[in-house]
């Protein structure tokens, strides 16, 4: 369809929205309003400004199927139709195209187009420059084959040093005064209650911006795994972030995220070469879905949990895909995880920690009471253990065979100990030989004398006596 029969089509109906919408204003109706924080930065400690915003897009959409039946929108809803540009310009407004099917598609098209026309003083006077500018908004996005996509999102349990950190290309961690303009109303939303907010913000150029959002999303996982993996598993984004679509407004955008469990990783300027190379590592990882997977993300659902203690469960099962498997005899998981990750003196007293673990587990899952400060204690040292496993593998320092590795080193030490056994054993045996003399030199057994032969030999002794005298 040619411009100027899009351009008549759509303002046919426009006129046709207002006059109806007029009519449902003087019956009576409201339209519903908010208060919006106008002023000052996120976190900002300065007073905030407030002022009312009338909800025009929540008053539109529950009148959707009344200004459906309008003798215009019929016409207006095959013109957008034809429309080349109608998926960008929903983009660009914050709306997902691919929902609702084609009906929804339209429909959506046609209530975006209304609140852009009829702007937000909620009285739907039509005026000609708005109308103009919404339609020309919807033809340019049909001329456009790019467009720029900026997501945001706070990080909780961060810090950084340096006031950004460029980690690839369009990836950054920021903190919030290195934080590019302009920025969404973010309210309260982005509040610090743990210090300076940190945020990533990841910026791309793409045709299909919807499938860029889906890939920003999957970016961000990447990230968030990364970071989880090289300093801290309590490291957490929030659930909410924000995206932008063609520099248009920002939207809100649910995201891979939950809730830290408190502390904070610092990150100083030395350690951010090493993040940026294992991001990039993490990132080119490919998984084949086997026992490394399962268990990278059961560690995922445990940095999930609101406690150690709630993470201990997911924590033993990644634990037990790394460690063993059908064929692992009963009770290895503590041997072989103290054989990985103790020193030898040090792992009988590891091996008892695990095995408490396990026993801890065990009784919260049939409604053990709480074990309070030692249980989180244990639960920490193990999740810590497992991330360790976890980052090691990933790096390539340890093999994925994990149970295998711990056989070796466990059989190379009982060895040890074997042969400094029968060291000892033969040392001893030496020493004993050495204080022994042999049997030739030792003295013949003592035969007590007789009765006569003591009387014998007196005798004799007297003999001798009467001679000397």
């Known amino acids: ?89 929903l983009l660009d407004h914050g709306v997902e195209p691919g929902e609702g099917g084609p009906r929804g598609r339209i429909r959506e098209g046609l209530l975006v187009l209304m609140e852009d026309a009829f702007g937000e003083g909620g009285d739907f006077e039509l005026v000609p420059e708005r109308v103009q500018a919404a339609v020309s908004s919807l033809q340019t996005a049909a001329g456009s084959t790019r467009s720029g996509v900026t997501v945001l999102a706070r ?111 610092l990150l100083t300027p030395d350690q951010e070469d090493e993040l940026r190379a294992f991001c990039s590592l993490v990132s080119r990882r490919a998984f084949d879905g086997g026992r490394l997977e399962w268990a990278l993300r059961r560690f995922e659902l445990g940095c999930e949990r609101n406690t150690a203690i709630d993470a201990l469960s997911d924590n033993l099962l990644a634990l037990s895909a790394l460690l063993e498997d059908e064929d692992s005899p009963a009770g290895m998981l503590p041997r072989r995880l103290a054989a990985l990750c103790a020193a030898q003196d040090e792992a009988p007293e590891l091996v008892r920690r695990v095995e408490r673990a396990i026993a801890l587990e065990r009784s919260l899952r049939v409604g053990g009471a709480h074990p309070g400060g030692e249980g989180e204690q244990l639960g920490r040292e193990l999740a810590e253990h497992l991330r360790a496993l976890l980052r090691d593998v990933i790096c390539g320092h340890l093999p994925e065979d994990l149970g295998e590795l711990a056989d070796g080193i466990i059989t190379d030490a009982e060895q040890a100990r074997a042969l400094e056994s029968e060291q000892a054993a033969a040392a001893v045996a030496a020493a004993q030989a050495v204080e022994s003399p042999p049997p030739d030199e030792q003295a013949e057994a003592y035969t007590p004398l007789s009765l006569e032969e003591i009387f014998s030999h007196a005798a004799q002794s007297e003999e001798v006596l009467d001679v000397f005298i």
């Open 155 to 265: 990080i909780r349990g961060l810090a950084i040093a340096s006031p950004d950190l460029s980690l690839a290309d369009g990836l950054e961690v920021v903190r919030e005064e290195a934080l590019p303009a302009p920025l969404p109303d973010l309210g309260a939303s982005f509040a610090s209650e743990d210090g300076e907010p940190v945020f990533v913000l990841l910026a791309c150029e793409a045709e299909d911006p919807r499938r860029a959002v889906h890939a920003a999303r999957g970016v961000l996982s990447e990230l968030l795994r990364a970071l989880r993996l090289f300093g801290d598993g309590r490291i957490a984004l929030d659930a909410l972030g924000w995206v932008s679509t063609g520099g248009g407004p920002w939207r809100a955008l649910q995201l891979p995220g939950g809730r830290a469990r408190g502390g904070t990783l």
């Open 1 to 89: 369809m040619s411009s100027t029969s899009l351009q008549a089509a759509l303002s046919a109906h426009l006129e046709a929205a207002a006059a109806f919408l007029q009519g449902q204003l003087a019956e009576g109706a409201e339209v519903p309003f908010e208060l919006e924080r106008r002023g000052g930065r996120p976190g900002a400690r300065r007073p905030a400004l407030y002022c009312y915003r009338p909800l025009v897009g929540e008053f539109l959409r529950e009148r959707a199927e009344s200004l459906e039946r309008l003798p215009t929108h019929s016409e207006a809803a095959i013109a957008l139709a034809d429309s080349d540009g109608l998926d960008r310009y």
